[in-house]
């Protein structure tokens, strides 16, 4: 969740939205826990380090789309079986950037 509460880090009343929504979301879902002892041992952890192959692993493990504005990460998850998207293709695409 640390990764997504980076996504949400805007100015104003549009951080207090974000933040409240996500908010939401947390109290409705089940976080996996991953201990830094098993992401180490994922292979995307020499070129990426801890927190991305905690991400790959979890994603992989429980086969859930990846939303990250992370580019080496999302090259790859991509080039796996992981579904990801990057945030900042979806903030080009609609003209946000």
């Known amino acids: 969740m640390n990764e997504v509460g980076n996504l949400t880090d805007l100015d104003g009343e549009e951080r207090q939205t974000a933040r409240k929504i996500l908010k939401q979301f947390i109290h409705q879902v089940?976080?996996?826990?991953?201990?830094?002892?098993?992401?180490?041992?994922?292979?995307?952890?020499?070129?990426?380090?801890?927190?991305?192959?905690?991400i790959a692993s979890v994603a992989q493990e429980y086969d859930c789309l990846?939303?990250?504005d992370d580019l080496p990460l999302y090259v790859r998850l991509s080039a796996t079986d992981v579904s990801a998207i990057n945030y900042t293709h979806l903030r080009v695409r609609f003209g946000i950037v």
Request: proline letters at 7%; a negative charge.
């Open 66 to 68: 990846v939303l990250t």
């Open 30 to 54: 089940t976080e996996p826990e991953m201990l830094s002892s098993v992401a180490s041992e994922h292979r995307f952890y020499p070129y990426l380090g801890i927190t991305d192959a905690a």
